[in-house]
Every structure is written in structure tokens, then in C-alpha cells.
């Protein structure tokens, strides 16, 4: 089925190991988003990629880093974790010029101990 | 920079009942759209309504319909005869509607729980 696709959907880190979560589309989309989740803050803007070859930060980027690896894939890399990175971090993708919002992947639940 | 509020961290109905779910934003912009997301414990994102601001007529999808006050800056959502299955999180998100990088700004959401 066409749609984004997030993993893993858990995992556990220990404080100072890195991880990489994997994100991939088959919509043919040019932008793609990585957010994360946490109670009574909705979601926050991590990174983007506006297209391919590009990225820029968001509201939220300190302690990660991320990689379009060409249109279909967008990872979000974290080098160092840290407990306050404990969240749900979703990807997503833009629906054509924006007006019918994202695709959204169904997210990977991330704890660090 | 664009802010998505939504001062309601909790709502309850009793099922078939009418809900009305509050947003605000902040923006200067003229040109941009309005979205409410359902997030059931699934933890999945669906679109529920989208609102295009240049458009006056509120957005209707089945139970769902929205209050678009532009001139006050609201957005809230109106879920008619709600259903068990309607107990979810929901998002408000606001999007520029230039093109470019095209990021939607959420708000805090709102947890609805349907009381049988």
C-alpha cells in the first residue's frame, strides 16, 4: 500500500547510544518532515527536507541529525541519546502543494533509559 | 512565527451527543490552511477537515464540521452525534499557503473522551 513508512515503531536506548529511525515514501513526494510527540505539546518540528538533497532545522533540533537520501527516504539519526529525547517521533510527507496536509508514517515510540 | 492554540487539554460527551473542540492561531498571513487531526490510541495521524482560509463557506464532512472565524483567528471543530469510536487526540494544525517548504504548525491537543 502507498503511504510513508516509519521503523522501527519502539525501541529502547540506554543514555549515550545512537540510533537511527528510517523513513521511506512511495508517493513521490518532495518534502518530507520528522516531528516528535510529547503529552501537552503537540507535535514539534525536528527537521525537514524540501526536497531532495536539502534539509534545514526546525523548531526542535538540537541532538539530531537527519539525511535525504534521495527522494523516497528521509532518516533521523540520534548521535548521543539522551533521556529528554524519550518521545514518539513521527515522519511525514507533503500531499502535493500542501493543501490536503501530510501523510503521515504511524510513528516510532523511543525511550531512553 | 505562527502559534497553534488549543486551551482545552480535555473534553468528555456522552455519545450522540454534540462536542465543540477550540482552536486558535496567530498569523499574519492572508493565505494559508486549517486542519483538524484524529489521533486515536493507535497513534496514528488522520486528516478529520480541511479548511482553505480564502474560502468562506465552513468545511462539512459527515458529523464533522468546522467554525472558521477568520477575522478572529478560530478554528474549531464540531463533532455531531459522537460515536464511541470519536475518542481519540485532536490536533489543530495551521499551514503558510505559499508554496516552498510546506511545515504545518500543531497545536497542543485536545483529549476527547466519549462517555457511553
Known amino acids: 500500500n502507498a503511504g510513508v513508512t516509519q521503523t522501527p515503531k519502539f525501541q529502547v536506548l540506554k543514555t549515550g547510544q545512537s540510533m537511527t529511525l528510517q523513513c521511506a515514501q512511495d508517493?513521490?513526494?518532495?518534502?518530507m518532515y520528522w516531528y516528535r510527540q510529547d503529552p501537552g505539546m503537540g507535535l514539534r518540528l525536528i527537521y525537514y527536507?524540501?526536497?531532495?538533497?536539502?534539509?534545514d532545522k526546525g523548531e526542535v533540533p538540537n541532538g539530531y541529525n537527519v539525511s535525504r537520501l534521495n527522494k523516497r527516504e528521509f532518516s533521523l539519526r540520534l548521535e548521543s541519546a539522551a533521556p529528554s529525547q524519550t518521545s514518539v517521533y513521527f515522519c511525514?510527507?507533503?500531499?502535493?502543494?500542501?493543501?490536503?496536509?501530510?501523510?503521515f508514517g504511524s510513528g516510532t515510540r523511543l525511550t531512553v533509559v | 512565527a505562527q502559534t497553534v492554540t488549543q486551551s482545552q487539554p480535555e473534553m468528555s460527551v456522552q455519545e450522540a451527543e454534540t462536542v465543540t473542540l477550540s482552536c486558535t492561531y496567530d498569523?499574519?498571513?492572508?493565505?494559508?490552511?486549517l486542519f483538524w487531526y484524529k489521533q486515536p490510541p493507535s497513534r496514528q495521524m488522520i486528516l478529520v477537515i480541511r479548511?482553505?482560509?480564502?474560502?468562506?463557506q465552513n468545511a462539512t464532512e459527515n458529523r464533522f464540521s468546522v467554525n472558521f472565524q477568520k477575522a478572529a483567528k478560530s478554528f474549531s471543530l464540531k463533532i455531531s452525534d459522537s460515536q464511541l469510536g470519536d475518542a481519540a487526540m485532536y490536533f489543530c494544525?495551521?499551514?503558510?499557503?505559499?508554496?516552498?517548504?510546506?511545515?504545518?504548525?500543531f497545536g497542543q491537543g485536545t483529549r476527547l473522551t466519549i462517555n457511553p
Open positions: 511525514a510527507s507533503i500531499i502535493g502543494q500542501g493543501g490536503y496536509g501530510y501523510t
Open positions: 508517493m513521490n513526494h518532495n518534502s
Open positions: 527536507s524540501a526536497s531532495e538533497g536539502t534539509t
Open positions: 498569523t499574519s498571513e492572508s493565505d494559508y490552511y
Open positions: 479548511q482553505e482560509a480564502y474560502k468562506q
Open positions: 494544525a495551521y499551514k503558510r499557503g505559499v508554496q516552498g517548504a510546506q511545515k504545518l504548525v
